[in-house]
């Protein structure tokens, strides 16, 4: 099995769980490779610096992967989709974070999680991703041209109200006067609507 990890920050309180989280994937023999960022933040630790330095690193992912471990909160995952992109490697989000909509593994519960997962104990929660292309190009895309929780379409250089044309399948919908429109995934509706005390 191989299984990559991505983390965007390294604080003191979630060194314990990064740490753990190492050490059960390694009792286990399992090709660990840690996203190349978070892996000299993890590195900078002198409490942990040595004993997995046998890790590799990666800067993207390929398909040989099977597991894809986000450590962090929602806004993690959110950037870990950068990297599966549509290769369909699951995620798991362990949430050292706050909040967690997303990332549902509880911190308290990574050894017990990653066994279940060894076990093939879990399902997929199958999410729907957006695309955006715009015509012309649009250079500040780059790479990552599509999103998990919603794509804003704004406006720009101007204090007034825009209009906003919409098509759905090649036909007509209809015109917005706003200041912008969000095309939103049910993943990110939902973790909206969370967030305001709904349902």
């Known amino acids: ?9 390294y604080h003191a309180n979630s060194g314990v769980y990064i740490e753990e989280l190492l050490n059960v ?5 399992i090709e660990v490779m840690i996203e ?3 892996f000299r933040l993890i590195h900078q630790n002198e409490s942990i610096k040595n004993e997995f330095s046998h890790f590799g690193s990666f800067t993207s992912l390929d398909d040989s992967y ?3 471990f986000s450590v962090g909160g929602d806004g ?9 992109k549509d290769l369909d490697i699951p995620i798991v989000g362990i949430n050292t974070g706050r909040l967690g909509f997303l990332a549902t593994v ?8 990653i066994y279940k997962l060894l076990r093939k104990e879990y399902h997929l929660s199958e999410r729907s991703l957006l695309c955006i292309e715009t015509d012309p190009p649009t250079e500040g895309f780059g790479n990552l041209s599509f999103a998990l929780n919603e794509i804003a379409v704004n406006r720009k250089n101007t204090t007034s109200m825009i209009t906003i044309e919409t098509w759905l399948d090649g ?5 917005y006067w706003a200041d912008g429109l969000i095309i939103s995934t049910p993943t990110g ?11």
């Open 171 to 175: 036909e007509y919908l209809t015109a």
């Open 66 to 68: 099977d597991l894809f």
């Open 76 to 84: 993690t995952i959110l950037k870990a989709a950068n990297y599966v």
């Open 106 to 113: 509880n911190k308290e519960e990574i050894k017990a999680t």
């Open 36 to 38: 190349e960022e978070f």
């Open 25 to 29: 994937l390694d009792c286990e023999n």
């Open 1 to 9: 099995m191989k299984i990559g990890i991505y983390g965007q920050f």
């Open 189 to 199: 509706s939902t973790g909206y609507s969370l967030s305001c005390g709904v349902p």
